[in-house]
């Protein structure tokens, strides 16, 4: 089963992606954290296959969350750092090869960027 580590501030959007996903993607397990400080201690448990991080939350960003993961030994390319900023914002602050993606969460374009990482996530999952 792949597993997804969803960590934003905002409840009503990690219970309506979650939702999403599970309805979407049934090989695909999600965990979502609303707290970026308990993000830490799920990040520190490891074991996701990719992890869904807000950009700007309450007491710690998303950058410094993709920055303990990857020291932690999570691959950037296995990161998507989400953001209600637009494109050229969140490209200019997080560059190509920085992590896997930067998406706008609210854009409906961006969701079919989304649901290509998923349906990948999922065909690997089924392997």
Do not use: W
């Not at 309450?58 to 990161?79: E, H, Q, W």
């Not at 490209?91 to 896997?100: A, E, I, R």
């Amino acid at each position: 089963m792949g597993k997804i580590l969803l960590i934003d501030d905002d409840q009503g959007f990690t219970d309506f992606l979650s939702q999403y996903i599970n309805e979407n993607y049934p090989l695909l397990h999600v965990e979502t954290c609303n707290n970026p400080l308990a993000g830490l201690q799920k990040i520190r448990s490891g074991g996701y296959d990719l992890m869904l991080i807000d950009l700007e939350m309450p007491s710690m960003d998303g950058l410094k969350l993709l920055d303990y993961a990857t020291g932690s030994g999570m691959d950037k390319n296995r990161i998507v750092i989400l953001s209600g900023r637009d494109a050229d914002f969140l490209h200019t602050l997080c560059p190509m090869g920085t992590c896997l993606a930067v998406l706008n969460k609210f854009e409906a374009r961006q969701k079919s960027v989304l649901d290509m990482i998923f349906s990948s996530l999922q065909k690997k999952a089924a392997a």
